[in-house]
């Protein structure tokens, strides 16, 4: 059983340029959402799905896309790097009655 | 809206002594309280959680924490720290058994031997 799975796990961009981190779940959970973590700033939400089809906004949504067309998959899209985004990205995953389930991130660098 | 205070950036400990890690919040409803451990290059592990009942709730690693509503506090605490126990913590809560997780800015567990 994998859990939560992230990739890359390391990445560095341009400014500019667009990437998109994959996040992948094999645990059939409903919600899957995106944290940024950040030094001093704990964990903010970006986006967040409550089904497939179905997304929404967190705290920190501009500069980010997201999608959900399949339950296992929620992949998080640049669309513009800029170095604000320069930070460990988490994704994470629950049912109803579970606690969060957290991949282990991707290190992006904007540069 | 919902929000959590950790007051401790740090917390320094020797080996064998209690530990506490604070946490405070705001709600304005049911809280539903967590806390996280994040060990380096990690992602967050689920320690334990405080839904409804016992106002002490046991987690993993030998971890509880005391729900107390008249404080708005949930501090997470250990009789006998491990120096393995030096991680990163997060507090977080959400309001009701839907809606997202708001996480406190973390406290760094040192634990010395």
């Known amino acids: 059983n994998a859990g939560v799975t992230q990739t890359p796990k390391f990445q560095v961009l341009k400014t500019g340029q667009s990437m998109t981190l994959q996040c992948a779940q094999d645990m059939n959970h409903e919600y899957m959402s995106w944290y940024r973590q950040d030094p001093g700033m704990g964990l903010r939400l970006i986006h967040y799905s409550v089904g497939a089809g179905i997304t929404d906004q967190g705290e920190v949504p501009n500069g980010y896309n997201v999608s959900r067309s399949t339950t296992e998959d929620f992949p998080l899209r640049l669309l513009s790097a800029a170095p604000s985004q320069t930070s460990v990205y988490f994704c994470a995953s629950k049912t109803v009655d579970s606690p969060l389930h957290f991949g282990n991130g991707t290190r992006l660098t904007v540069t | 809206a919902q929000s959590v205070a950790q007051p401790e950036d740090q917390v320094n400990v020797a080996e064998g002594n209690p530990l506490t890690v604070k946490c405070t919040y705001s709600?304005?409803?049911?809280?539903?309280l967590f806390w996280y451990v994040q060990y380096p290059n990690r992602g967050l592990q689920f320690l334990l959680k405080y839904i409804t009942g016992d106002n002490l709730v046991k987690g993993s690693y030998g971890f509880e924490a005391e729900f107390n509503k008249s404080q708005t506090s949930f501090h997470l605490k250990k009789p006998s720290a491990l120096v393995s126990d030096s991680a990163l913590y997060f507090c977080?809560?959400?309001?009701?058994?839907?809606?997202?997780?708001?996480f406190g800015k973390g406290t760094k567990l040192s634990v010395k031997p």
């Open positions: 977080a809560v959400r309001e009701g058994s839907q809606g997202n997780l708001i």
């Open positions: 709600v304005s409803g049911n809280p539903y």
